[in-house]
């Protein structure tokens, strides 16, 4: 069979591209830690307001020592707005939204989730760097979207 040149020109830069896009995922989850999210758990979002643990938004920690931060992202307020966590142990995230999606990007970190209403949006991340970090919505939510943040406090291991 004959392939005119300018057809296999374009099989191989089609090929070379697919095989370009596929080393930046692969290079991007090994070297950044940037994993697709890897849990579903849905939740009834005209509910999360009134009941279940959502209404307790805050951080608590756990019988083994790790921690967790129950929180909900919403137009345009995170609650809760300022997050104090100890450095050098597990701290899992557990957030959802009642109104439209959000997202929650602890800057300077690999922590970077979409927060999408019906679902609880978990990860679980250490933070070795203790400091006060940014929290930013980056999902465009609304017109005051751009002021929607929060702080989280990342203090010295006890
Ligand atoms: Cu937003």
């Not at 370009?20 to 989850?29: E, G, Y």
């Not at 005209?46 to 279940?52: D, I, S």
């Not at 104090?84 to 959802?96: K, S, Y």
């Amino acid at each position: 069979m004959k392939v005119d040149l300018y057809e296999r020109i374009w099989i191989w830069a089609a090929a070379l591209m697919i095989i370009a896009f596929l080393a930046a995922v692969i290079f991007s989850a090994g070297s950044h830690a940037v994993h697709p999210p890897s849990r579903i758990e849905t939740v009834d979002p005209t509910k999360v307001l009134t009941e279940g643990e959502f209404t307790q938004a805050g951080v608590t920690t756990r019988e083994d020592g790790s921690v967790l931060v129950t929180g909900l992202a919403r137009m345009f307020v995170f609650t809760p707005g300022v997050m104090r966590v100890p450095a050098g142990v597990p701290v899992t995230f557990r957030l959802t939204s009642p109104d439209v999606i959000h997202g929650f990007q602890i800057v300077g970190t690999n922590a970077n989730a979409m927060v999408i209403p019906g679902y609880v949006s978990q990860f679980t991340v250490t933070f070795d760097r203790p400091g006060e970090y940014l929290v930013l919505c980056n999902e465009y939510c609304g017109l005051s979207h751009h002021l929607m943040q929060a702080k989280l406090i990342v203090e010295e291991a006890p």
